[in-house]
Antibody, heavy 120, light 107 residues
Framework: QVQLVESGGGLVKPGGSLRLSCAAS????????MSWIRQAPGKGLEWVSY????????NYGDSVKGRFTISRDNAKNSLYLQMNSLRAEDTAVYYC?????????????WGQGTLVTVSS | DIQMTQSPSSLSASVGDRVTITCRAS??????LNWYQQQPGKAPKLLIY???NLQSGVPSRFSGSGSGTEFTLTISSLQPEDFATYYC?????????FGQGTKLEIK
């Protein structure tokens, strides 16, 4: 069965950096686009970034562009999010998600999330 | 960016009720509209994709309709496990924006 397990969250000071990881299993990771989506405490969902199956294409939301970098290692079945210059407003649960191959770009499987807290 | 607006923001209903949630896009998104359900403390779960396609394993009491700028999610007969927050999302263009959510509560 499809499994996505995020790790790497924690407490970081404003201006600091953190790298999130997402370990994928149960499907051919290299065939799928992957995304990061976040949710601030008590708030709604915010799409953060996606990466194509072979890393050719990436895209970012305006609020993280220039500070966050998405990457993947298909040999390790892993997705990453490098987060730099972190701000208080980046505090959120970060979910990794698989984007379906249907052509409609829905996120059909999600991990359980990892909490990032940016605070001094 | 495409803005997604859901209505209502919250809704009280009873088990067995039929409920409808609306999602409007600020410009046409064809049928690139997805619906997710989120239980408290859990990850979102895909219910409907491409406006009207039921995700595998999702009960048939859930249905979606619409195209262009106006979409609806309907639950034909509410079950206790359906009380949750529902989000629409457009996947027509990046950023793949979400609606603000609709919290469905027990009356």
């Amino acid at each position: 069965q499809v499994q996505l397990v995020e790790s790497g969250g924690g407490l970081v000071k404003p201006g600091g950096s953190l790298r999130l990881s997402c370990a994928a299993s149960g499907f051919t990771f290299s065939d799928y686009y992957m995304s990061w989506i976040r949710q601030a405490p008590g708030k709604g969902l915010e799409w953060v970034s996606y990466i194509s199956s072979s890393s050719t294409y990436t895209n970012y939301g305006d609020s993280v562009k220039g500070r966050f970098t998405i990457s993947r290692d298909n040999a390790k079945n892993s997705l990453y999010l490098q987060m730099n210059s972190l701000r208080a407003e980046d505090t959120a649960v970060y979910y990794c998600a698989r984007d379906s191959n249907s052509g409609w770009y829905q996120s059909d499987y999600w991990g359980q999330g990892t909490l990032v807290t940016v605070s001094s | 960016d495409i803005q997604m607006t859901q209505s209502p923001s919250s809704l009280s209903a009873s088990v067995g009720d039929r409920v409808t949630i609306t999602c409007r896009a600020s410009q046409s998104i064809s049928s690139y509209l997805n619906w997710y359900q989120q239980q408290p403390g859990k990850a979102p779960k895909l219910l409907i994709y491409a406006a009207s396609n039921l995700q595998s394993g999702v009960p048939s009491r859930f249905s979606g309709s619409g195209s262009g700028t106006e979409f609806t999610l309907t639950i034909s007969s509410l079950q206790p496990e359906d009380f949750a927050t529902y989000y629409c999302q457009q996947s027509y263009s990046t950023p793949r924006t979400f609606g603000q959510g609709t919290k469905l509560e027990i009356k």
